[in-house]
């Protein structure tokens, strides 16, 4: 089983869930491509930085890993969902992993390509809208228009730009794919 990132559902709206998310930490990606693209071309480099092309960090007084790598590398477990952010420019995408919840920012290794960086995102509110399906622009944008339009109806503020999620592997029949579109929103 593959890790998945943890949540509380706070409450159920008609359309949404309203989930609190613990801080966590992702490895990311900016990357300049079509919204179909840009998952492609970030995948191998952050599929690499887990894999182990990374520095490993061992803080002082801490013991080093059980099994480290010859190269002083570390592989990291592979958790869920992949997600994707709409950059602040034009097809710009951020494409993040999201790490295991055992790994601190003390313990996650340094990445080795310089396009790869990790970082912490705060606890935070947000919405979301569970579908299954195609993972094309057209299904996430749709998503996202009738998870905003909800949001608003119920009386939310979003705050923050839309999340698109994918939980499962590229070869998992469209059918069974489990997506979400996720909008953060305001406390």
Request: charge should be positive; avoid cysteine; glycine fraction near 6%.
């Amino acid at each position: 089983m593959t890790e998945q990132q943890p949540y509380r559902v706070v409450s159920r709206h008609p359309g949404f869930e309203l989930r609190r998310y613990p801080a966590h930490l992702v490895a990311e990606m900016q990357v300049q491509a079509s919204f179909t693209r840009a998952p492609i071309e970030a995948f191998r480099p952050l599929a690499a930085y887990i894999g182990g092309a990374n520095r490993a960090r061992h803080p002082i007084g801490t013991a080093a890993p059980a099994l480290p790598a010859a190269s002083g590398s570390e592989k990291i477990a592979m958790t869920v969902p992949v997600v994707q952010v709409e950059g602040e420019r034009p097809g710009a995408y951020l494409i993040q992993f999201v790490m295991p919840v055992a790994r601190t920012a003390a313990t996650l290794p340094e990445p080795v390509d310089p396009r790869v960086r990790t970082r912490e995102v705060p606890a935070h509110l947000a919405a979301a809208m569970r579908f299954s399906g195609r993972w094309t622009e057209q299904a996430f944008s749709q998503r996202a228009t009738m998870l905003g339009r909800s949001v608003t109806a119920a009386g939310l503020q979003p705050t923050g730009a839309i999340r698109y999620a994918r939980y499962d592997l590229p070869w998992t029949p469209w059918f069974l794919r489990r997506n979400e579109v996720v909008l953060p929103v305001v406390e």
